[in-house]
């Protein structure tokens, strides 16, 4: 009875599904305000003629000690959405090229919506573009990274690592 001197209350507990969550709890593989941080270790080269080409990000940064996510792909650079209605995309890139010239930085959204990050020039070398997007997304959709270039280098290719060529998506912000 409550009120007894020793007597300890226990909340009641909740009833388990099969999966072990609590009754109503959705498993999912990226909660709301998850983050992937991925970077290009590898050198990939794009054409001087401002066509815009997918950086496949071949290396995860976060979450820590993952190498591989069910939701992206390190080899064609294709995040598949796990969690909407909104994903927010920061990237950049600086080209590893020594003539002058522009850089172009967008999110290409199931192969045909644009939605560009960045276009920036560089009259001394190195042309580098950065920049932040929210995008309106559903679970499935597709989104990679693109950037296209326009220096005397053919091809160019971005310089490599965490801090050069990167990439931060958040999911369910």
Known sequence: MPGLPGAQIIPPQPTLQPSGLPQGFVATSVQGGAKLLVYRNAVVNVANTFTFTTIPFDVIEYPIGVSDVPYYSRTSG????????????D???IMNAPGAGSLGLRVLKNGA????LDTGY???GNPAASGSRLIPVVVGDTL???VAQS???NPASPFTGVSFCWCQFEFGV
Not at 78 to 89: A, D
């Open 78 to 89: 294709i995040l598949t959405v796990p969690r909407g209605p909104l994903v927010r995309v």
């Open 122 to 124: 560089n009259g001394a």
């Open 91 to 93: 990237s950049s890139v």
């Open 113 to 116: 919506t644009e939605y560009r």
């Open 144 to 146: 990679v990274i693109q």
């Open 151 to 153: 220096t005397p280098t």
